[in-house]
């Protein structure tokens, strides 16, 4: 059994693969169950669930929902969950939160050289099904397609051959707005507790999406997940191995669930599950931890 349980599409405002380009991603992969975690929307659910009917692949409905607590942001996985109206306001208030960053994210890709105006942005996003406000992965991924920007230094270090090139689109983001001392990107999103509630109310399972992406301690990781989560993410392309090991820990202590996912958002952000690494989970924790999850499959 082959499973990824983070995966981004086009319906995310920083994905760009279609949802058919996915499916042809899931079985070259050999996948049997994934779970689409667009960014606060579940818009793409039902148009992955009608390109994957005459395959053997099952979708389980899910989200990734952006959320705030004592001053830091974070993800959260969201699966077996219906978008209910109480779900749509949750999301209705996150994009009210990016709209107000929205203009600072523009001058902040102003002030390295460039001259980006709404007006283009809002037709390239109608063009490319992607939601506004953008994020800097989906702003590189526009000026990288303009020739007036071929030969911009700034945009040099992402392009093919460049040495920023490996991962340009998470590498353009650490580079540039990565910066714990700036607001333009942060913002009061609607507080864990609320969110983990809204989820539990329609018999959801609520992941600690990537936790080391954001904390630098194990045991701030641990209460965290202490505050209503089903279970963390645990082997993400965004943790280290001994991130693995200690989050292991943390799942096998408290009880909890845990998933796998590769994080993909983009065509030149191709990333997969090390094959070893599914080994080792299984062989760690064992199936009957992922299958509660694997459950809410349509």
Known sequence: MKVDLHIHSNYSENGSFSVEELVEIFKKDHLDYV???????????????????????????ATEISVSYEGKNYHILAYGVKETPELKEIFRRIYEVKDKSFNN?????????????????????????????WSSRTFLEYLLAFDKYKEHPNLKPYRPGGERSDNPFSNFYWDHFKNENEDYLRG????????LNVIHDQDGIAILSHPMMILKDYGDVAKIADLGFDGIEVFSNYHTDRDI???????????M????????????????????????????????KLNTILAKAE
Request: proline share 5%.
């Open 35 to 61: 779970a689409l975690t667009d960014h606060n929307t579940m818009d793409g659910v039902e148009p992955l669930k009608e390109a994957l009917k005459d395959s053997d692949i099952s979708i389980i409905p």
């Open 105 to 133: 994210l523009v001058k902040k890709v102003n002030d390295l050289g460039f001259d980006i105006k709404y007006g283009d942005i809002e037709a390239y996003s109608v063009i490319h099904r992607k939601k506004l406000p």
């Open 188 to 195: 009061n999103y609607p507080e864990i507790t609320e969110v």
């Open 245 to 255: 090991e200690e989050l292991l820990k943390i799942v096998k202590e408290k009880n």
């Open 257 to 288: 669930l845990f998933t796998i996912g590769s994080g993909i958002h983009g065509k030149d952000d191709l990333i997969h599950m090390n094959p070893l690494r599914y080994h080792y989970y299984m062989l760690s924790i064992g199936e009957e």
